[in-house]
């Protein structure tokens, strides 16, 4: 079985293949092709997965390209990892929100926006080429803003993209942790749009156990989510939100750790990849050891600016180990040798939640099997979070309608109308730094 790797050259598809070499089982991954615009990092990943697969037997061939129809062609799984405009478009995105005082993170206000517009795109040659050149293979997307991305993909593919993301994961087995219940005797009721859900109960033996926990100050106090939040609003809300929402409960005390921070986060991971890059230019540099030093850094560091704002202190030794090329892998198994399996992934609606459309894109717990992912039905949305899953999947079509159309007024109104940016005069500014920033935006008129 052929997986393509898109962004092949990027930092973190070593953790995918890792997860692959402990795959024994009939069916598996046994060639992996990466496609990247960019040979040298493309060698520079292909060494790390050589010294990776030494000693391993059975490790899935490993074929590096910067033609992307060589790579598509036979492909039975493209996994999609791209970033349009590298880390230092995701600095650019950063720098251009905070000098307007509103938050450039890049899947969350008007970064998010910024990268939904110069990605969109790109992301559309990517699924045409797919159903034209591999139309029975399945795209597993993970190129953030991922809920977006994945709607704009599934125009083309249909159901055959799913978007996955390690949030729901992670936040799922946090709680889990807390309760003392092993994740995976636990349902967990996740519900919104990528990097904007909430769970809303976690079963185990059809009893519901997250009451106990909202419940219990000591124990809502003892994990990331609950620090990063505190327990009194956790309580109000009546469920556990993903980390992202930070961005939006507490919007002014993110900015502001943002703008006191030596380096934004992607100035930081623009520099500190740039360096692991270049030191892998000396061919006798170790790869793999070069590589995890970097990850380790990375891990430790992510969201230190919100933990900062709340006080949460650093991140939990539990927490750094990722997740999400265990969800990638899980899903392609599910799928390949039908072994079903019940995933939180970002999928078309259908009648999930009647608030949207059937095609709009949302994060939700699916049944997967030979024939895809299917989402369970889930309870109504409280009216708090119908508010802001309406107004962002708002500002979402319009980013789609702005890259299919090139319209400007359309990338001006996903700026005015998103819940983290308070003026129409703003948004105007907004994209004029971006079209400055990035020449990737010039199609926009």
């Not at 939904?116 to 293979?137: N, Q, S, Y």
């Not at 006798?284 to 230190?304: F, G, I, Q, S, V």
């Not at 995933?343 to 939700?364: C, F, G, K, Q, Y």
Request: glycine share 10%.
């Amino acid at each position: 079985m052929r997986l393509t790797i898109l962004g092949g050259g990027g930092f973190r598809v070593p953790l995918v293949y890792g997860a692959l070499l402990t795959d024994r089982a009939e069916g598996r991954v046994t060639e992996v092709v990466l496609h990247d615009v960019d040979a040298g990092r493309l060698s520079a990943v292909t060494r790390v997965l050589a010294e990776q697969a030494a000693g391993a037997p059975g490790a899935p061939a490993v074929r590096a390209t910067t033609d992307l129809d060589e790579a598509l062609r036979g492909a039975d799984f493209v996994f999609s990892a791209i970033r349009v405009g590298g880390l230092a478009g995701r600095a650019e995105d950063e720098r251009v929100a905070l000098a307007e005082g509103v938050l450039g993170q890049e899947t969350v206000g008007a970064g998010g926006i910024a990268y939904g517009l110069r990605t969109v795109p790109v992301a559309v040659d990517i699924a045409r080429r797919v159903a034209r050149l591999a139309p029975d293979a399945w795209v597993i997307n993970f190129t953030n803003p991922a809920g977006l991305v994945t709607e704009a993909m599934s125009r083309h593919l249909g159901d055959r993209v799913i978007g996955i993301c390690d949030s729901p994961v992670g936040l799922g087995r946090r709680i889990a942790r807390v309760l003392g219940v092993p994740p995976g005797q636990a349902w967990i009721d996740y519900v919104g749009l990528n990097h904007l859900g909430w769970v809303r109960g976690l079963r185990v033996a059809g009893r519901d156990l997250l009451p106990r926990l909202l419940g219990d100050p000591e124990l809502l106090g003892s994990f990331e989510e609950g620090r990063l939040f505190g327990p009194e609003w956790l309580r109000s809300l009546g469920a556990i939100p993903n980390e992202y929402l930070h961005y939006y409960y507490y919007n002014r005390e993110a900015v502001e750790a943002y703008q006191r921070a030596e380096k934004t986060r992607g100035a930081f991971l623009r520099d500190q990849q740039a360096a692991f890059y270049e030191g892998l230019s000396d061919p006798a540099a170790p790869a793999l050891a070069a590589w995890n030093r970097t990850r380790a850094e990375r891990e430790a560091t992510y969201m230190a600016e919100n933990r900062e704002a709340a006080g949460a202190g650093e991140r939990e030794e539990e927490d750094l180990s990722g997740g999400y090329e265990k969800v990638a892998l899980a899903l392609m198994r599910a799928i390949a040798r039908d072994e079903r399996a019940t995933l939180i992934l970002n999928v078309r609606n259908r009648d999930t939640l009647s608030v949207l459309d059937a095609d709009a894109v949302v994060e939700v717990p699916c049944l997967v099997d030979a024939n895809g992912a299917h989402p369970v039905a889930v309870d109504p949305l409280p009216g708090h979070a119908t508010g802001l899953v309406c107004a962002v999947k708002a500002v979402e079509r319009e980013v789609l309608t702005a890259a299919e159309s090139g319209s400007r007024a359309s990338a001006v109104k996903a700026f005015a109308l998103h819940p983290l940016i308070d003026s129409v005069n703003v948004a105007h500014r907004l994209l004029d730094g971006y079209t400055r920033a990035h020449p990737e935006l010039a199609y926009l008129k």
